[in-house]
């Protein structure tokens, strides 16, 4: 088990993530000139779509200088293809209005309820769904989980909490200890699995206090990051990575399959590879959840099985996430 001044040596001095996460770059055009591209500032949309450009400059900083197919930067610059209106882009893509059973709880699937513990995020990824989901008003969180935990502790068939959002760990550590304690008290959980994508985006908020708060607790722990394309991992991302397993989490990733970030057979199997490296397993790879504004990052079905069959044929085995589409109202994540 990780000791906290073991912790400590792995974080960077000075690191404050809450400092750093104020500090994201949210102007289109500051970020079009800290990667060199100030000449492309005509295509930015004239308005933000309703959903305002948020990365970090940790993130940032990781961007090809020059490039404006970056995989990264792709992921979070607003597009003038964002204000297309396409057919069967909604606005409640998977469903998730529908599957309530109290504030902050998705219970869809059998043994599994998932928390919307927050509604913010470090990063705005501009294919989310959250761009339309009405998180303000469902956090799990609000009211000290009292509701949320309630519904968990009356159902002995849920054995895993999931915390989702938006993002679980945008939440101070004082307030996961609180979650931490009113799980104390509920015997069929065993297991937590937290969502996020902040070791990834903003690696500094793996930071001493939320390793020592992982690490003590009593249940079997599983991390599921975000990444999708190889070039997001660096150094501080290996670190944030080896404090979670160290604490004795499970690292597993998600992806998006993404047009023009990570659909092709080579990016996904260097993605596959990377993640290993840094201690992670590759699990879903999603088609994209068919929200309002992100038409342009689809991958149609032909070309995802034929990519999924690519790699399959390269990787081994366990390095092969399985392609996956959530539907609304089904028992699972759908396989393709
Ligand atoms: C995706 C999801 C889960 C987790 O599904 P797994 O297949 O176990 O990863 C659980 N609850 C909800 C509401 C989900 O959307
Ligand atoms: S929920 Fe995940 S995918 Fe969506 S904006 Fe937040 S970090 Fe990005």
Redesign the pocket.
């Known amino acids: 088990m990780i000791t906290a001044s073991h912790a400590a040596r792995l974080l960077p001095p000075g690191s404050d993530w809450r400092a750093l996460w104020r500090d994201a770059i949210t102007d289109p055009h500051e970020l079009l000139a800290a990667v060199g591209l100030e000449h492309l500032a005509g295509r930015l949309p004239p308005d933000d779509a309703g959903f305002a450009l948020r990365v970090p400059r940790g993130f940032v900083a990781r961007m090809r200088r020059g490039d404006a197919a970056d995989p990264l930067l792709l992921?979070v610059m607003p597009q003038l293809a964002e204000l297309d209106r396409v057919d069967g882009f909604g606005t409640d893509a998977v469903g998730d209005l529908a599957a309530r059973p109290a504030q902050g709880v998705l219970h869809k699937y059998q043994g599994r309820a998932l928390l919307i513990a927050s509604g913010?995020?470090?990063?705005?990824?501009r294919?989310?769904?959250?761009?339309h989901f009405p998180y303000g008003e469902e956090m799990a969180a609000a009211g000290q989980w009292r509701k949320a935990l309630e519904h968990v502790r009356q159902d002995a068939s849920i054995s895993e909490l999931i915390l989702?959002?938006?993002?679980p760990l945008a939440l101070a550590t004082g307030k996961l200890e609180e979650l931490g304690r009113g799980l104390a008290g509920i015997p069929h959980v065993i297991r937590l699995r937290i969502?996020?994508?902040?070791p990834v985006?903003l690696p500094e908020r793996i930071d001493e206090s939320f390793v020592r708060w992982l690490a003590g607790l009593p249940l079997q722990k599983v991390v599921v990051l975000?990444a999708n394309h190889a070039n997001e991992f660096d150094a501080g991302v290996d670190a944030a990575c080896a404090r979670l397993r160290e604490a004795g989490a499970t690292l597993l990733n998600q992806s998006?399959l993404l047009r023009g970030v990570n659909d092709d057979a080579d990016t996904l199997a260097t993605l596959s590879e990377r993640l290993f490296a840094a201690g992670v397993l590759p699990y879903y790879l999603h088609q994209l959840d068919r929200v309002q504004g992100a038409a342009h990052f689809e991958v149609d079905d032909a070309r995802a099985l034929a990519l999924a069959e690519a790699i399959r044929h390269r990787l081994p085995g366990y390095l092969v996430p399985k392609l996956v589409r959530e539907v609304g109202g089904e028992a699972s994540k759908r396989p393709l």
Do not use: E, K, P
Not at 120 to 125: H, M
Not at 127 to 131: G, K
Not at 195 to 198: A, E, N, S
């Open positions: 992921q913010s995020c470090a990063v705005n990824c294919y989310c769904f959250r761009r989702s959002g938006g993002d969502h996020t994508r902040l985006v975000h998006v």
